[in-house]
């Protein structure tokens, strides 16, 4: 029973790049949230998703960042045009409902 | 907002202490999570309380929903303990800073 699942463990862009992160939530989890933490600081929320529904993206940047969890296949976030504030450690979470949490092991986004 | 604190920001302490994390929250919230994060990043849950105690191994985790405060307490630490724990409210998922433990053999 393989865990939350994020690819690219670490990913690095150049400046106005587009940065395409994808995390697959545990078995039978319809939940999944994405974290961002900068370097030295902790972690904050960015959006919440169900199957092919954003529930909550309070704590999404309102430009160049968007979220989706299709259908089918795992839940991407992707920074377009990315800067060097970017860079970050972007964790996913999933969850049958609201309850336990099971994260990701991170990717971590360089932006050169 | 939820303002989520937790004390100390900091903590060092020798192998066998008894430690003692703080969280206090601003907003009544209806549970609250306890993290774990390894100096590698990962991040594990530890915890999800709503009410009274919950014990796994030597990690106790307790929650006063009235006093919008908890406590995570590791009894008999130990070095590979060390780590940033971090609180976190449930309903909006706003985090502590964390509080980076170490501890020493």
């Known amino acids: 029973n393989a865990g939350v699942m994020q690819n690219p463990r670490h990913l690095v862009r150049r400046r106005g790049q587009e940065a395409r992160l994808r995390c697959s939530p545990m078995?039978?989890?319809?939940?999944v949230y994405w974290y961002r933490q900068l370097p030295e600081e902790g972690l904050k929320f960015m959006v919440y998703?169900?199957?092919?529904?954003?529930?909550?993206e309070s704590g999404m940047p309102k430009e160049r960042f968007s979220a989706e969890f299709p259908k089918e296949g795992p839940s991407i976030l992707r920074i377009q045009q990315v800067v060097r504030g970017d860079s970050a450690a972007y964790f996913c979470?999933?969850?049958?409902?609201?309850?336990?949490?099971?994260f990701g092991e991170g990717s971590r986004l360089t932006v050169l | 907002k939820n303002e989520v604190e937790q004390s100390p920001q900091n903590l060092t302490a020798q192998e066998g202490e008894f430690i003692t994390i703080n969280c206090s929250y601003s907003?009544?919230?209806?549970?609250l999570h306890w993290l774990q994060q390894h100096p590698g990043g990962g991040i594990v849950s530890l915890f999800m309380?709503?009410?009274g105690k919950k014990k796994h191994g030597r990690l106790i985790a307790t929650i006063n929903i009235q006093e919008k405060h908890s406590s995570l307490h590791i009894t008999a630490s130990h070095p590979r303990d060390s780590a940033v724990y971090i609180c976190?409210?449930?309903?909006?998922?706003?985090f502590g800073t964390g509080t980076r433990l170490q501890v020493f053999p």
């Open positions: 979470a999933s969850s049958k409902g609201p309850g336990e949490l099971f």
């Open positions: 976190a409210d449930t309903d909006k998922l706003i």
């Open positions: 309380l709503s009410s």
């Open positions: 907003v009544g919230i209806s549970a």
């Open positions: 998703l169900q199957k092919e529904n954003i529930i909550d």
């Open positions: 078995k039978g989890h319809s939940h």
